[in-house]
């Protein structure tokens, strides 16, 4: 266990269907990713947010929409999704913390991931 | 924006022999490089990671040199045991502070052979 949290572990949607993905992260973390990992490609960050405000989207399509509503919680909401964003999709926090010039940071830690399948 | 190449894709080793794995990266601004283990079904899980005052780091059989002239950095596994056997994946994080947005490596499959 690392402390991250992902549900479902399996999902399989319809192209017209709109479906959630859950993160949940135990660790007191300040810092929450969305990531996809497709076959044969290297993970590709999608989302980040800093004290639940979203400070990168890496040009993900609107079809994914996320939302943060605390620290610890992050979604990720799918509607009209392609075959092709067929993929795990992988929750991660971290602790980024700085006071003035100094900072505190953790590494990145990792859910088991969402294995999404569109029909 | 900073680009990660890692080599090989596959590695095949014999149980105790030692394992090394390559990653190169475009942006000489990354600060921060963790390597990443991903067994079947699980996330990617921290093994170790080495940041760019730091020209090497051991943990016990685990050890992760960095050369930041050539920008480059690899993982070097050694007396490797089938429980070794993962995709292995090594990343690179720039100055923006957040150790989690990562730029990653393709993965290199390792199978140790008993």
């Known amino acids: 266990e690392t402390g991250v949290t992902q549900t479902p572990r399996h999902l399989v949607m319809g192209m017209t269907n709109k479906k959630s993905l859950k993160c949940e992260q135990h660790?007191?973390?300040?810092?929450m990713y969305w990531y996809k990992q497709s076959a044969k490609k290297p993970l590709e960050l999608m989302f980040v947010?800093?004290?639940?405000?979203?400070?990168e989207n890496n040009s993900v399509p609107s079809r994914f929409s996320p939302e943060c509503p605390n620290s610890s919680h992050l979604f990720l909401h799918l509607h009209t999704l392609q075959p092709e964003d067929s993929a795990l999709y992988l929750c991660?926090?971290?602790?980024?913390?700085?006071?003035?010039?100094?900072?505190?940071?953790?590494?990145?830690?990792f859910g088991q991931g969402t294995r999404l399948t569109v029909v | 924006g900073e680009n990660v190449e890692q080599h090989p894709s596959t590695l095949s080793v014999q149980e105790g022999d030692s394992a090394v794995i390559k990653c190169t990266y475009s942006?000489?601004?990354?600060?921060?490089f963790p390597w990443y283990k991903q067994e079947l079904g699980k996330g990617p899980q921290l093994i170790i990671d080495?940041?760019?005052?730091?020209g090497e780091k051991k943990d016990q059989r685990i050890a992760v040199t960095l050369n930041k002239t050539a920008k480059h950095f690899s993982l070097h596994i050694t007396e490797t045991q089938p429980e070794d056997s993962a995709v292995y994946f090594c990343?690179?994080?720039?100055?923006?502070?957040?150790?989690?947005?990562?730029?990653f490596g393709q993965g290199t499959t390792l199978q140790v052979k008993p």
């Open positions: 990343a690179a994080s720039g100055g923006s502070g957040n150790t989690g947005k990562l730029i």
């Open positions: 947010y800093n004290f639940k405000e979203q400070t």
């Open positions: 991660a926090s971290s602790q980024d913390l700085r006071v003035g010039r100094r900072a505190s940071r953790t590494e990145a830690f």
């Open positions: 080495i940041r760019s005052n730091v």
């Open positions: 660790l007191g973390h300040n810092a």
């Open positions: 942006d000489s601004a990354s600060n921060y």
